[in-house]
């Protein structure tokens, strides 16, 4: 996505826009950052392990071949700030910017809040909120360099309305709700621009593990009677990460097929 800015003395450059986007080895995490190099971005292609490292490579190689974008894959725990830091300042040092941070990594540790483990609380929420409030604070320096900026978080209809069993993982997107509005409220005078992106029931591996009357149960309360796509949230995203979305801050959008209704 080249395009054309003017510096701080006014002249007028051509730039490449570079994104990070968190957990994006598989799932919709990989759809989003298909759809950011597509769009002509260079893309930084995240995972949390050694062991999701070769996917993380496999899916950079794709946009490069794909796409011809100049992508990188990085592990980084994002739960840890130092991991985060380093994650998007390699993005910065290979792309020489940084315009887009998505927020998708994520964890669930589900259970009955009663009996429920502490560490297993406090895992989904050092890595689904704190991890994304890590990401945008080490973001936010270059961003605000640059006056230009796109944070989105990946949130949930279960961050708005909660779920049986994931207390921890409904806390730690609804707290991503707060994390958005606050920073949007901070840095829209620098057109940084902060939004959370709510799906419903995407099909990934976790519903395809559902036994049929599940997923019956499910398809039943979704207006649109059938389960999403990762590249239904990839588009979404895409919009927010471009130009034409700058005057929409502090927004949560549902990606659901009308289940919030």
Same mark, same amino acid.
């Given at each position: 996505?080249?395009?054309?800015?003017?510096?701080?003395?006014?002249?007028?450059?051509?730039?490449?826009?570079?994104?990070?986007?968190?957990?994006?080895?598989?799932?919709?995490?990989?759809?989003?950052?298909?759809?950011?190099?597509?769009?002509?971005?260079?893309?930084?292609?995240?995972?949390?392990?050694?062991?999701?490292?070769?996917?993380?490579?496999?899916?950079?190689?794709?946009?490069?071949?794909?796409?011809?974008?100049?992508? $990188?894959?990085?592990?980084?725990? &994002?739960?840890? =700030?130092?991991? *985060?830091?380093?994650?998007?300042? /390699? %993005?910065?040092? !290979?792309?020489?910017?940084?315009?887009?941070?998505?927020?998708?990594?994520?964890?669930?540790?589900?259970?009955?809040a009663a009996r429920m483990k502490e560490d297993d609380f406090d895992a989904v929420i050092a890595t689904n909120l704190?991890?994304?409030?890590?990401?945008?604070?080490?973001?936010?320096?270059?961003?605000?360099?640059?006056?230009?900026?796109?944070? $989105?978080?990946?949130?949930?209809? &279960?961050?708005? =309305?909660?779920? *049986?069993?994931?207390?921890?993982? /409904? %806390?730690?997107? !609804?707290?991503?709700?707060?994390?958005?509005?606050?920073?949007?409220?901070?840095?829209?005078?620098?057109?940084?621009?902060?939004?959370?992106?709510?799906?419903?029931?995407?099909?990934?591996?976790?519903?395809?593990?559902?036994?049929?009357?599940?997923?019956?149960?499910?398809?039943?309360?979704?207006?649109?009677?059938?389960?999403?796509?990762?590249?239904?949230?990839?588009a979404l995203v895409g919009f927010l990460a471009g130009e034409r979305a700058g005057y929409i801050t502090g927004q949560?959008?549902?990606?659901?097929?009308?289940?919030?209704?």
């Amino acid at each position: 996505m080249e395009t054309k800015i003017n510096d701080a003395a006014g002249a007028e450059t051509v730039v490449r826009r570079a994104a990070v986007v968190t957990g994006s080895s598989r799932g919709i995490g990989r759809a989003i950052a298909a759809e950011l190099a597509r769009s002509g971005m260079d893309v930084c292609v995240n995972c949390s392990s050694e062991s999701g490292l070769p996917a993380a490579e496999s899916a950079a190689a794709h946009l490069r071949d794909a796409y011809g974008a100049n992508a $990188i894959a990085v592990r980084a725990d &994002v739960s840890s =700030a130092d991991e *985060a830091k380093r994650l998007v300042d /390699a %993005a910065y040092e !290979a792309f020489g910017r940084l315009d887009v941070l998505v927020n998708n990594a994520g964890i669930t540790r589900d259970g009955l809040a009663a009996r429920m483990k502490e560490d297993d609380f406090d895992a989904v929420i050092a890595t689904n909120l704190k991890g994304a409030f890590n990401c945008c604070k080490a973001a936010t320096s270059y961003m605000m360099k640059q006056r230009f900026g796109r944070m $989105i978080f990946m949130g949930s209809v &279960v961050g708005l =309305a909660g779920n *049986a069993g994931q207390a921890n993982y /409904a %806390a730690s997107k !609804a707290g991503l709700v707060g994390l958005a509005k606050s920073l949007a409220k901070e840095l829209a005078g620098r057109n940084i621009t902060a939004n959370v992106v709510a799906p419903g029931f995407i099909g990934t591996d976790m519903t395809d593990a559902l036994s049929e009357k599940q997923q019956a149960a499910i398809l039943d309360r979704i207006a649109a009677k059938r389960f999403g796509a990762p590249e239904d949230v990839a588009a979404l995203v895409g919009f927010l990460a471009g130009e034409r979305a700058g005057y929409i801050t502090g927004q949560v959008i549902g990606v659901d097929g009308g289940m919030s209704l």
